[in-house]
Nanobody, 121 residues
């Protein structure tokens, strides 16, 4: 059973920084893409950033230049370094993994439980 566990959310002042981490577990051989999505109250879940197993990142325009995504394939972890945070970044952030190969076979997608990020003075 693949599980994604996030950590690192919290309250931060505007202009501050925060780092989110996510670890995937469950007899995993490989993961094609890992990433982060977010959902603010009353809004749809949206892409924040993803990174392929080859290290190619993709960012939402709203976070380019402020957020950096990274992953360690050997550990099945992905991190999101967030800087110059704005109140508009306030949301629940979800870790995502796609194209997972495990001892049981191929699984299309899994989500973490989410971690709250609040940017406020």
């Amino acid at each position: 059973q693949v599980q994604l566990v996030e950590s690192g959310g919290g309250l931060v002042q505007p202009g501050g920084s925060l780092r989110l981490s996510c670890a995937a577990s469950g007899s995993i051989y490989s993961i094609n893409a890992m990433g982060w999505y977010r959902q603010a109250p009353g809004k749809q879940r949206e892409l924040v950033a993803t990174v392929t197993s080859g290290g190619r990142p993709n960012y939402a325009d709203s976070v380019k230049g402020r957020f950096t995504i990274s992953r360690e394939n050997a550990k099945n972890t992905v991190s999101l370094q967030m800087s110059s945070l704005k109140p508009g970044d306030t949301a629940v952030y979800y870790c995502n993994a796609r194209g997972i190969i495990t001892v049981s076979g191929w699984e299309p997608e899994h989500w973490g439980q989410g971690t709250q990020v609040t940017v406020s003075s």
